[in-house]
């Protein structure tokens, strides 16, 4: 199947079967996909933990609006952002380049110092949001993933972080929650959405030319 054809089959599915549980080889290649998401300077300001013990969903789904998709799915991804960017952080990611490529390059050292001098003194929150978004491009890839796997899946942001991040212990991590993503397979008989269509705006409408 075209991928696009998989990303129309896919939805932000409401009802999840507990019966089925999603095989461990696609949940590897679905948290892959976050993996290999591109980020700002390579610094993969970001982390997936991978939730399948069933009292920690259930305190979860408890600060997420009571969302059963996360227990009745069989896993829950939960993506979080680094809390800020350190000096220790950005040189940790720059000696492991290096340390991978096997070499050091003037340019690319240079490119360390601009970010040195310009992330670590800035406000926290700042630096937080902007690991956020580079949470997002990860959980963007994880939900293209799970369609092209035949995995159901449902991105959610109705939660409580802080709530999320302390059932976690994210915070001794440095670590804050942004994103959910239960997986599993959809129960289309109780899924109010599974039959609706897919609602999109017009391409003439979401796409300027400028030729
Ligand atoms: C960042 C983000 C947060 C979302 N949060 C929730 C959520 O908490 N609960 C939920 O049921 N759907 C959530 N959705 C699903 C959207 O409502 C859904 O993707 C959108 O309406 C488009 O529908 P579709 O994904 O079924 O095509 C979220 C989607 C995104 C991308």
């Known amino acids: 199947m075209p991928l696009l054809d998989k990303l129309n089959w896919r939805y932000a599915t409401k009802k999840m ?26 610094l993969q300001p970001f982390e997936v933990i ?9 305190r979860i789904q408890a600060v997420a609006w009571n969302q059963a998709q996360i227990t009745e799915g069989s896993h829950l991804l939960v ?4 809390d800020n960017y350190t000096a220790e952080r950005i040189n940790a ?16 050292e240079a490119y360390r110092q601009k970010l040195l001098a310009a992330y670590p003194g800035r406000d926290p929150q700042v630096n937080f949001e902007h690991a956020a978004r580079q949470a997002y491009i990860g959980f963007g ?14 991105p959610m942001e109705g939660f409580d972080p802080a709530a999320v991040d302390e059932i976690l212990g994210l915070q001794a991590r440095g670590l804050k929650s942004v994103t959910l993503l239960p997986l599993g397979y959809r129960q289309e008989s109780g899924d109010w959405l599974a039959k609706l269509q897919k609602v999109r705006r017009p391409r003439e409408q979401f796409v300027t030319e400028m030729n």
């Open 93 to 108: 990611m720059f000696d492991y380049t290096n340390q991978v490529r096997g070499f050091t390059n003037e340019g690319w």
């Open 79 to 82: 993506f979080a952002a680094w």
């Open 17 to 42: 079967d507990p019966a089925k549980a999603v095989a461990q080889d696609k949940v590897e290649r679905i948290v892959e996909a976050a993996r290999l998401a591109p980020t700002s300077s390579g």
């Open 50 to 58: 991978v939730v399948t013990n069933p009292a920690l969903r259930a």
């Open 141 to 154: 890839a994880s939900v293209i993933a799970a369609a092209f796997e035949g995995v159901d899946a449902t």
